[in-house]
Structure formats: structure tokens, C-alpha cells
């Protein structure tokens, strides 16, 4: 993969969890909600999951956008993504009707959410794994020099 | 995989932590649970800015069939039974079929399955796009109508039915 196109990638992803992030903010007693509406997580766990969600959203994205960490980023990133997946996957499949919890609207989770899901867990895997071999490189640069 | 375990780490310290600096804060230490096993509580504060009517106050308006009411639930689940007289329109489905109808009504009720209310919500906001004044969404949806005994499909409210829906 071409150098520009891994960092628009990066910074793309980035961009996307910052806004996740800073979207749901506001209202975090709201995603809370949401995160509780999927019936996975026992009563007394959500609230922490909810504010965890964020807060390694908003680290990841930083990491993501600035380059700094950015390969463990994209592995947390494509975790996150992962959970997010089995979560919408089997309210989907139980027939649950709830809000997706994404950007912090009133978006409805839906099969679409599960492909948009995916597909930032491609470019998330694509970024850990280049960003990976380009560090690699320097390193083994540096080692040479 | 070791950083990104403490970059998680790090996160999730960084969000419990902060937590409490936004405006509205996750509950730390309380029970969150799902809003449709909230007793009709959800629903009560709308986000989406459109109008509640509980089950109490739409119960007498059904009778006296002075709103229409929609259900914005599956196919399935509304030929299985639904508020009498109600007509199905469930989200992302035409309106303009309808908007005759419903625009003839002083008041249109809008409910759907759970009781978090987003189907409802989007059903009701598009009515309101097409014009209509009166759209309210059903506090507790379709499980609190059927707990509070409101009629349905055979219900008392045969009357709604009598133009010949």
C-alpha cells in the first residue's frame, strides 16, 4: 500500500473515532443507555463499559490522527470495531430495535451499520499491519546505521 | 498487542475518569438497564423533540376515536395485533397513502415495539415534515398499552373501525 494512501487511511480513522467520541460526549448517560438497550452487559457493568468505550475512542483517535502509537491505535481501533460488530450482530438477529449508540444521534442500528462496522475494521487491520512494517523498516534501518 | 492492551488500559482509566466532567454523566456505580424494561419510563424525555402522550391519555382518545394511531412496527407483529383502528406504517414505508387519512384526524398517535421509541420517533418526524400538526409518540409503546388494558384490534374501540379500514 502506497505511503499517502496508509496515512489517509490512518488519519480517515482517526477522524471517524474522534467524532464518535466527541458526539457522544455530551450525552454519556444517553450511550449508556444505548450500550444497555443491547442486553449483553449485566446492569451494574454498563455504565463503566459506556464511559471506557469513550474514553479509549478518544485516546485511539488522538494516536490515530497523530501517528504516535498509531499501530497500537489501529489494534485497539479493530477491537473496539470487533466488539461493536458481535453487540450489533446478535441485537440484529434477536429482533432488538434499538438506536446503534455510533455518533451520538438517534441512528438506528441496522445490517448497514454491521457493513460500515466492517469496513472500518478493514482499514483499522490494514493500518496495524502496514504501519507495522514501516516501523519495522525504520527500525531496521536504525539498527543498521 | 502489549500497547494497544495499555493504550485500552489508558482509555478506559481516561473515560471512567472523566466521566464526570460532561454534562450529562454515565451513571458510575448505578444500574443502567435496557429502556424497554423501564416501567414506561423511557420514552418520557424525548431526545428527538417530538411530543409523548402516555397510555392513560391516549386511551380515552382512542375510544372516542379522536386520533388516529400508527404503528410503526413489522408487518408481522401489527396483523398479530395492534391498537384498534390503528394503521401500519413502519419506517423507511410510503406515507402518502395515508396522509389523507391522517391529516382528517385532530391528533395522530405513533407507537412502535420497544420502549425506547426510535421507530416511532422517525415516524412521527416524517408526518411532521408533511405537515401535520398533532403527532405525539405513545409513552411505554405497544408493551404498556397491552399491560393498561388499551383496546386493541378487537378491542372496545370498534367504532374507529366502522369507516372501513
Redesign the interface.
Known amino acids: 500500500m502506497t505511503r499517502w494512501l496508509l496515512v489517509a487511511t490512518r488519519v480517515a480513522l482517526g477522524a471517524l473515532f474522534l467524532w464518535a467520541a466527541l458526539s457522544k460526549l455530551p450525552d454519556m448517560e444517553g450511550f449508556a443507555q444505548d450500550v444497555a438497550n443491547y442486553r449483553i452487559l449485566p446492569a451494574l457493568l454498563v455504565p463503566y463499559v459506556a464511559a471506557a468505550v469513550i474514553g479509549i475512542e478518544l485516546l485511539a483517535a488522538l494516536a490515530l490522527i497523530s501517528g504516535v502509537m498509531a499501530r497500537p491505535a489501529a489494534l485497539a481501533v479493530a477491537g473496539l470495531l470487533t466488539a461493536f460488530i458481535a453487540f450489533l450482530a446478535q441485537a440484529l438477529s434477536r429482533g432488538l430495535d434499538l438506536r446503534c449508540g455510533c455518533f451520538g444521534s438517534d441512528e438506528l442500528a441496522s445490517w448497514w451499520t454491521v457493513v460500515r462496522d466492517a469496513a472500518m475494521l478493514a482499514g483499522a487491520l490494514v493500518v496495524a499491519r502496514d504501519s507495522g512494517q514501516r516501523q519495522r523498516v525504520l527500525e531496521d534501518e536504525r539498527s543498521r546505521t | 498487542?502489549l500497547?494497544?492492551g495499555?493504550?485500552?488500559v489508558?482509555?478506559?482509566?481516561?473515560?471512567?475518569a472523566?466521566?464526570a466532567f460532561?454534562?450529562?454523566?454515565?451513571?458510575?456505580?448505578?444500574?443502567?438497564?435496557?429502556?424497554?424494561d423501564l416501567p414506561g419510563a423511557?420514552c418520557e424525555e424525548p431526545?428527538?423533540g417530538i411530543a409523548r402522550i402516555s397510555v392513560e391519555a391516549a386511551k380515552p382518545l382512542c375510544l372516542a376515536c379522536t386520533a388516529v394511531f400508527v404503528d410503526a412496527r413489522s408487518a408481522d407483529e401489527y396483523s398479530s395485533g395492534h391498537v384498534t383502528g390503528a394503521v401500519h406504517l413502519p419506517?423507511g414505508e410510503a406515507v402518502e397513502p395515508l396522509l389523507a387519512r391522517l391529516r382528517a384526524a385532530p391528533a395522530v398517535i405513533v407507537y412502535?415495539?420497544?420502549r425506547?421509541c426510535?421507530?416511532a420517533?422517525?415516524v412521527a418526524a416524517r408526518l411532521q415534515a408533511e405537515g401535520l400538526r398533532d403527532v405525539r409518540v405513545l409513552t411505554g409503546a405497544w408493551p404498556e398499552w397491552l399491560a393498561r388494558g388499551g383496546p386493541g384490534e378487537s378491542g372496545a374501540c370498534g367504532a374507529c373501525t366502522a369507516d372501513g379500514r
Open positions: 498487542m500497547r494497544a495499555l493504550l485500552c489508558a482509555g478506559s482509566a481516561l473515560g471512567i472523566g466521566n460532561t454534562p450529562r454523566p454515565a451513571p458510575l456505580g448505578g444500574r443502567v438497564v435496557p429502556g424497554a423511557a431526545r428527538s419506517p412502535d415495539r420497544d425506547d426510535a421507530a420517533d422517525r
